[in-house]
């Protein structure tokens, strides 16, 4: 029988949100906010909008977090609770209603009355701009946040896994690593293995793609051995997708894809959408390398929709790139080329950094589309980007396509000067490498 209309709620799935983003504010498990008559499992159903919970049990949900029965029920915010306007936002944003998180956060930011709860709007509009993709702009916002809150951004660890995230998205790995850093540090004084395990395995991202394969290994190799019998799948996933990502780099693509699946097979268990989606675009991209292409395009279908909810727009074009590639490989010519059109726009507008990535991989795709001047043409255009930035490893790899594109065309003194300014490029972040051990 189909459930009745509820006259009491706005929709099951924004009572949800609304249940999840207090709870989680609150500091609170969802056991720790069950009591006799509302278990965990109950929680977990109305969390996720399969359950429309009475007016009573809203009430005393409510006075467990902090806000008016009201506010869970419909999103009112006239009951008073100094954090509803916040909450509100927060469920915005996790709905990804970008513009009108935004316009809650700033109507709370006009009318705060103390730094607290303007650090938090502050915080707030840092991560619009951050789904927005425009992480210079998530970058200052969150750094005036930490200035209001008068306080260091481990005391923050959402705001520090953004902000770290923020500026590795703008090309800023040395301010990322810094970050994280001190975020792993402060967690492990505190004796928080939790927060330890997290910042970790962000470090080691952020070491990944620093080229700093040796600390990111010995960092990953503890905490595995630390989280392996964790009871969170969402944590258990994160390692083994750091894993992935690991022995992707070491050219390992089978141990790569191991850890990609395990990964993925955790993370859908969990409601963790953007984390999925990433998760079927890392297992895509080591499925093309080992020549599945086939396999790779199913892998970008099924994640896409998950992408498309929770990425920003950067984040949508990378992943339409892996598509690009696939198709490419299929021989379906016509949608490759249309696809790396419509996102060779989207790729111009973002961070220089990531844009030569994205111009590298776009690159890759005209060559198997035969393009080769096309091909050039995008190469050239990550040089030029990436040079600036000396060392980059990713310089190395542009180079050398350069390289054997100006070999192919007969150009051998070209093809010889772009192999020079590769292995420049190698030396120079193998000395980097070396100083920061």
Not at 118 to 130: N, S
Not at 272 to 285: G, S
């Amino acid at each position: 029988m189909p459930r009745q209309k509820s006259t009491h709620v706005d929709s099951p799935a924004a009572v949800g949100d609304r249940l999840r983003v207090a709870r989680v504010r609150a500091g609170l498990s969802q056991r720790q906010l069950s009591f006799p008559g509302c278990s965990p499992a109950y929680i977990s159903r109305i969390e996720s909008g399969d359950r429309i919970p009475s007016l009573q049990l809203l009430r005393e949900l409510g006075k467990r977090l902090g806000v008016s029965e009201d506010f869970l029920a419909t999103g009112d915010e006239t009951a008073g609770d100094r954090g509803a306007a916040l909450l509100e936002a927060e469920v915005a944003l996790r709905l990804g209603d970008l513009e009108e998180a935004e316009r809650l956060y700033k109507a709370t930011l006009e009318g705060a009355r103390d730094d607290l709860t303007r650090g938090d709007a502050t915080a707030g509009l840092g991560q619009v701009a951050f789904r927005n993709g425009d992480p210079r702009l998530a970058v200052r916002r969150f750094e005036d946040a930490l200035a209001l809150y008068r306080t260091d951004e481990s005391r923050h660890p959402d705001l520090a896994d953004s902000l770290g995230r923020a500026y590795a998205m703008a090309g800023e790995l040395e301010s990322a690593i810094a970050v994280f850093e001190r975020c792993r540090a402060a967690a492990e004084e505190r004796e928080d293995s939790m927060q330890s395990l997290q910042f970790s395995v962000l470090l080691a991202h952020a070491l990944i793609d620093a080229g700093n394969l040796g600390r990111a290994d010995e960092l990953l190799g503890r905490a595995l051995a630390d989280g392996k019998d964790s009871q969170s799948p969402s944590v258990r996933a994160q390692l083994y997708w750091s894993q992935s990502r690991l022995h992707e780099e070491k050219n390992d693509p089978e141990t790569a894809a191991r850890y990609a699946r395990r990964a993925l097979e955790l993370l859908l268990l969990t409601e963790d959408t953007y984390r999925t989606a990433r998760a079927h675009q890392l297992l895509a991209y080591i499925e093309l390398s080992r020549g599945n292409a086939e396999h790779a395009l199913e892998l970008l279908e099924q994640g896409w929709p998950l992408i498309e909810q929770s990425g920003n727009k950067l984040e949508r074009a990378q992943y339409r790139l892996e598509e690009a590639r696939a198709l490419a490989k299929l021989g379906r010519g016509e949608e490759a080329g249309a696809l790396a059109m419509q996102i060779s726009g989207l790729i111009s507008e973002a961070a220089p950094e990531d844009a030569a990535r994205g111009y590298a991989v776009l690159g890759g795709v005209y060559e198997e589309l035969g393009e080769t001047d096309r091909a050039r043409e995008v190469y050239e255009l990550a040089a030029e980007l990436l040079e600036p930035r000396n060392p980059n490893r990713y310089l190395i790899d542009v180079y050398s396509k350069l390289a054997d594109l100006a070999d192919a065309a007969g150009h051998k003194e070209e093809a010889y000067e772009y192999m020079r300014k590769a292995l420049g490029q190698q030396r120079a972040v193998a000395e980097t490498l070396s100083e920061a051990r």
